[in-house]
């Protein structure tokens, strides 16, 4: 049995002390692959330092995250645009809209989500959303530029299920986190009526715990936590949700 966690920020200063701990728990969880989203420029270097540091593969993506959209964006994207040519990336993002927290820079958000698009068809490599308070927006943006090319993952997926079928029909997965333990969330109500086939496993780390851990720093040790809530819903072995669900990322990350 093998988890892979498709998004952990494992590179930032919640981790600074004790990232050999937090791996050797991820490990000790057999979560043998960890998926890092890039934020910001200030981000990459230690985010790609840390594919070489660690003894659990871990896979550093490229992005601009829609809450570091600012009067800067120009200048983050060429920076980003001249790493994309120097090195593999595994993946796009994290990129998307947020409606949640500060709506000012919205529209050049959705610029950058664009700009990103090209990248994701243009390297053939999946596209991570971000999509706070905004998963309707985000999705017709994706829906607008969708073709053959394009791939990925919509995550921290909290929406309907209607939504779900958005995403669905664009052949694009779910990042499923600790929010599904969250007892007033009501996500297991939509979640055990869409078919597992289009669900990934992520923690979003440091952020997002699952219960017993909520309100705590998040790490990618706490997948299992995730996978059993899931196990719960569908009414399987955990080890068929850990099946499943690697399955799925391996081919959204196929090829990269």
Same mark, same amino acid.
């Given at each position: 049995m093998a988890f892979i966690d498709t998004h952990a920020h494992i590179y930032l200063d919640q981790f600074g002390q004790d990232l050999g701990e937090v791996i $050797? $728990?991820?490990?000790?969880a057999t979560v043998d692959k960890i998926y890092m989203p890039?934020? %910001?420029s200030q981000s990459i270097e230690r985010m790609i330092g840390i594919e070489e540091e660690v003894t659990v593969a871990? =896979?550093?993506?490229?992005?601009l995250h829609p809450c570091? !959209?600012?009067?800067s964006m120009d200048r983050e994207i060429r920076n980003m /645009?001249?790493?994309?040519v120097r090195r593999k990336f595994r993946g796009i993002g994290e990129t998307g809209t947020d409606l949640y927290w500060d709506k000012t820079f919205y529209e050049r958000q959705v610029e950058s989500l664009e700009i990103h698009i090209s990248w994701a068809k243009k390297y053939r490599i999946p596209i991570i959303l971000h999509s706070r308070d905004s &998963?309707?927006?985000t999705l017709s943006i994706i829906e607008k530029n969708f073709d053959d090319r394009l791939r990925g993952i919509f995550h921290c997926f909290t929406g309907n299920v209607?939504?779900?079928?958005? *995403?669905? %029909? &664009?052949?694009?997965?779910?990042? *499923?986190?600790?929010v599904l333990t969250f007892r007033n969330s009501n996500l297991d109500k939509i979640i055990e009526q869409l078919p597992l086939s289009? &669900? !990934? &496993? /992520?923690? %979003?780390?440091? =952020?997002?715990?699952? !219960?017993?851990?909520?309100?705590?720093?998040?790490?990618?040790? =706490?997948?299992?936590?995730?996978?059993?809530?899931l196990a719960e819903i569908f009414g399987m072995p955990v080890n068929e949700i850990a099946k499943i669900t690697s399955e799925n990322a391996e081919k959204i990350f196929q090829d990269t």
């Open positions: $050797r $728990r991820a490990h000790e890039n934020i %910001d871990c =896979y550093a993506m490229m992005g570091s !959209v600012n009067e /645009e001249d790493w994309l &998963l309707d927006q209607d939504q779900a079928r958005r *995403i669905m %029909d &664009l052949d694009f997965l779910m990042g *499923i986190g600790g289009h &669900l !990934v &496993l /992520e923690t %979003d780390s440091p =952020y997002l715990a699952p !219960v017993p851990n909520r309100g705590k720093r998040n790490e990618p040790g =706490y997948l299992p936590l995730i996978a059993g809530k």
